[in-house]
Structures are given as structure tokens and as C-alpha cells.
């Protein structure tokens, strides 16, 4: 462990460790973060909204509709039939109101928005957390921040993704970190891949590797990634992982307070994946400590 440790931290400050995020980041989120949250909290706003709209009292708690359709995994079903009940629109309504909220920084997105150097940084969730933080930084005259995000083919003209434009960001080309967001999310991105119909052509596509930003490809290149937050047990989450996967160099390292299932473990065997058996929590305290002695002994002088 002491020697993992030691490797992630060189890599970090040199910039060739990209941390690659999962909705799990946020312990205590003020929005649905994860897939299956996000499910439920589509169906029971739906549900509200009808029963709102028929002038009835929205009791505090709704069942699910129908039987299952939050159980994990189903977000895509759920926003498909979102979609077809309330239009394009009406699903991108619900989604960016799921969050409308902003989550807090924690001590991993300051240690990670604190590093000397950050070429890239992959986020599978929706939220804009890190995001918000790096521009924040940019705004304050450190760290020139871009975003690059997942658009699905019909929303964008066939494109499978574009780049952001808001206060705080710059053109990918000559950002510092460039961060990529594969399925979209809440502004400035403002895109959600989230029906089947969204992500089906994204997925297919994978393996010539056009949803893949020419940016992101060329900052991965000799670099490996540090998976946090992710517990690669989805599918959709392990299909994401392994597109951005190619083409980088390693080493690769999952943080994991719970030993993966049979599954996620064949996947990081498969992927040349390490991991590092420990709480975020844990992980972010020691890594502190490594970073600071690793920047100590750059120096020549004690941290």
C-alpha cells in the first residue's frame, strides 16, 4: 500500500494520473446522484406533478410506477418512458430540475483542484461539483479549466459531443485541465444522455473511438487513470471506462472501500486495474500526506 501511494502521488504532481470520477465522489449529495436515485426521484416527481395537476395532495412518499422501474439500472427505462409521455423537452425539464442544487466540495475535489497540475479529469456523473470548484480557480486568475461533454447524436446534429461555453472556461485547445463529462450533465452542460435511444449509438460508437474528444485522447496518452467514486459494477460505468481506457499507457488504480463483485473484479483484472482496498475518506488523508512529502522531497526540503 505504501508503495501505491507513493506512485499515485508522483504521478499526480507530474500530471500523469488522471482521475477518472463515478457519482460515489459526493458522500451526502443534494441531488440524485447515482443512477438508481435518479430513477426514483424521476418517478416520484412525475408522479407529484400529475397528481398536482389533478388538484390532489402529494403524499410525502409515492410508489414507484410501475412495479420495479427503479431498481438499478433502470434509469434508462424510466427516462425512456419520461420521454414518451412528455417529450424531449419535458425530460430535460425534469433533469436538469433533479439538479438544480449544487453539491459542496469535499476534501477530494480541493486535493484534486489543489494539484500542481491537472491535464484531465473524467466524470461519469451528472453533477458539476469539481467542475464548479476548477472554475472558481480559473475565475480567480489560477488554472484555465474546459469542459468537454457527451451530446446525444439527435440533440447535437449526429455529433457525440461539443465543448462548453460559460464564465470560467476556455477553449479546450489551450486549457490546463481539460475536464470531460461522456454523459453530459447539469449546467453549463446542460446535456443528459440518459434514455437507451441516448446512450445506444454513444455505446456502439465506443469502439472506433469517435465519442472520444480528440482532446481527451491526446491528454490520456502516456498517462494512466485513478478510478474514485466508481464501482465499476454497472455495466454502462464499465463500458464508459473501458472507451477512455484505450489508447493510455497506465498504470491504472480503483479505490475501493468494498472488495469489488465477481464481475467488476474480472473487468480491473481485465483492464490491469490495482486496487486500492480503502475508504475515500482514508484514501484522500493519506494521499494528502503522500502529495506533501512527495512536493517536500521535490523541493529538498522537508514537508
Given amino acids: 500500500m505504501t508503495r501505491l501511494l507513493d506512485v499515485i502521488a508522483a504521478r499526480l504532481l507530474e500530471g500523469s494520473l488522471a482521475p477518472f ?15 438508481p436515485a435518479l430513477a426514483a426521484w424521476l418517478v416520484r416527481k412525475d ?14 412518499a409515492e410508489p414507484a410506477w410501475p412495479a420495479g422501474a427503479t431498481s438499478a439500472g433502470d434509469l434508462a427505462e424510466v427516462a425512456g418512458r419520461l ?27 480541493f486535493l484534486l483542484a489543489g494539484l500542481p497540475t491537472l491535464p484531465l479529469v473524467v466524470s461519469t456523473a451528472f453533477d458539476a461539483t469539481l467542475l464548479d470548484l476548477l472554475r472558481e480557480v480559473a475565475r480567480a486568475g489560477g488554472r484555465s479549466v474546459a469542459l468537454l461533454h457527451g451530446v446525444a447524436p439527435r440533440d447535437g446534429g449526429g455529433v457525440f459531443f461539443t465543448e462548453a461555453s460559460a464564465p470560467g472556461l476556455v477553449g479546450a485547445d489551450e486549457a490546463q485541465t481539460v475536464v470531460y463529462q461522456p454523459r453530459g450533465g447539469c449546467p453549463p452542460s446542460s446535456s443528459f444522455l440518459a434514455t437507451e435511444e441516448d446512450l445506444a449509438d454513444t455505446l456502439v460508437a465506443l469502439e472506433t473511438q469517435a465519442p472520444i474528444p480528440p482532446a481527451v485522447q491526446r491528454r490520456r496518452h502516456g498517462a494512466g487513470f485513478l478510478f474514485l467514486g466508481c464501482g465499476l459494477e454497472g455495466s454502462l460505468e464499465r463500458l464508459l471506462a473501458r472507451g477512455v481506457l484505450q489508447g493510455s499507457s497506465g498504470p491504472h488504480f480503483a479505490v475501493l472501500a468494498e472488495p469489488p463483485g465477481p464481475v467488476a473484479a474480472r473487468f480491473l ?14 484514501f484522500v488523508a493519506e494521499l494528502s500526506r503522500w502529495l506533501a512529502r512527495a512536493a517536500g522531497d521535490a523541493a529538498g526540503q522537508p514537508a
Fill in 21 to 35: 470520477l463515478g457519482p460515489a465522489v459526493l458522500r451526502a449529495p443534494p441531488f440524485p446522484a447515482s443512477d
Fill in 269 to 282: 483484472a481485465a483492464e490491469g486495474i490495482t486496487v486500492l482496498g480503502l475508504t475515500q475518506e482514508r
Fill in 47 to 60: 408522479q407529484a406533478d400529475e397528481r398536482a395537476a389533478a388538484g390532489q395532495e402529494v403524499p410525502p
Fill in 83 to 109: 420521454e414518451r409521455r412528455r417529450g424531449r423537452r419535458g425530460l430535460l425539464k425534469l433533469l436538469r430540475e433533479a439538479f438544480a442544487a449544487r453539491g459542496e466540495a469535499s476534501p477530494l475535489h
